[in-house]
Structure formats: C-alpha cells, structure tokens
C-alpha cells in the first residue's frame, strides 16, 4: 500500500512517499520553487515523489 504524506498551508511545505512503511520519496516543495519557507499546496513535491516510485500520476492543479 502506497501513503502519499503532505504537509502545507503553514511553511515548509513537503510531500513524502511510503509503500509499506518504507519511505520511497520525500521533497520540500521550495527545492522546486526556489521559494524559501514556501508554504503553498506541494504540487511539484508530490509529482516528484509519484515519479520517483513509477506511479502514473493525474494530479491536476
């Protein structure tokens, strides 16, 4: 089973990536953005976390 983890809305906002309680992938949404303390919905974060683990992803912001 896949968990895809998202933290955002406040500061420092990230997703991460668990198959069966191993981390796959996690990001902080400003190493994309280049926006320090980016507190924005991680939509790169998450689309790189999908992409580490071969998961096709919809996500459609």
């Given at each position: 089973m896949y968990i895809l983890?998202?933290?955002c809305l406040y500061h420092d906002s990230a997703a991460c990536?668990?198959?069966d309680g191993i981390i796959i992938a996690?990001?902080?949404e400003e190493r994309f953005t280049r926006?320090?303390?980016?507190?924005?919905i991680p939509e790169n974060a998450m689309k790189y976390c999908?992409?580490?683990a071969?998961?096709?992803?919809?996500?459609?912001?």
């Open positions: 983890g998202v933290s990536l668990i198959q996690a990001a902080q926006t320090k303390h980016d507190f924005h999908l992409k580490e071969g998961i096709q992803s919809r996500l459609e912001f």
